[in-house]
């Protein structure tokens, strides 16, 4: 059980678009889901925390324009990374909390903007 | 800042036990301890969690000492898919409304 889906597993966007980014519970109600990004060899930093229904809590440094997210329903989530650069180019993953097992993760999105 | 400290890095040899260290010398009455690892380009999978009893599951073990400042996770019987960089947390109340903070974890490798 509290299985957390991501979709996509990776994309490769160009310069200036958008892209969006979902993450799904899926035996499990969610009503705070996070995001994190992880760059090459380092480890992942929260960027935001999502809540069902009102607006996305965002850690310092993140830019909530850039950085766009969506909690309309309670087993669905997106990120949409706006006018994409390379330097947004990382792993981003995405998290909920359950009642067992802590926090479950999705298996990710590797996003490379080229 | 991460509440925990691990070695950066460890091998094991595989069919050997595998035993990761982790100090959590702040840690405070409701506050778990948690695993996690996460294997090269995946998503960090949840392995074991304990108050301060030892716990055992089919993945692990998880032996906190009585102070509750440190812990050891044991792989008992460690295989090459065990690779992967385990992160050792403490969440309050076992989770709830805040994110976590990683730290470095340490990077198993084992090796044939």
């Known amino acids: 059980g509290a299985v957390v889906s991501q979709h996509p597993s990776w994309v490769i966007c160009k310069s200036g678009t958008s892209v969006k980014i979902e993450c799904r519970s899926l035996?499990?109600?969610?009503?705070?889901m996070f995001w994190y990004r992880q760059f090459p060899k380092q480890s992942l930093m929260l960027m935001a925390t999502s809540n069902e229904g009102s607006k996305a809590t965002y850690e310092q440094g993140v830019e909530k324009d850039k950085f766009l997210i969506n909690h309309a329903s309670l087993t669905l989530s997106t990120l949409t990374v706006t006018s994409a650069h390379p330097e947004d180019s990382s792993f981003y993953i995405c998290s909920a909390s359950t009642q067992n097992y802590g926090y479950t993760f999705g298996s990710g999105t590797r996003l490379t903007v080229v | 800042d991460a509440k925990t400290t691990q070695p950066p890095s460890m091998d094991c040899a595989e069919g050997r036990a595998a035993n990761l260290p982790c100090n959590h010398s702040t840690i405070s009455g409701n506050e778990y301890v948690y695993w996690y690892r996460q294997i090269h380009s995946q998503g960090p999978q949840y392995i074991i969690h304990g108050l301060k009893n030892n716990e055992t599951n089919e993945m692990a073990s998880l032996i906190i000492t009585e102070d509750r400042k440190s812990s050891t996770l044991i792989l008992p019987h460690a295989t090459l898919r065990d690779t992967a960089v385990y992160y050792c947390i403490v969440i309050q109340g076992g989770g709830g409304a805040d994110g976590l903070t990683f730290g470095k974890g340490t990077h198993l490798i084992i090796q044939p």
């Open positions: 035996d499990f109600q969610a009503t705070t």
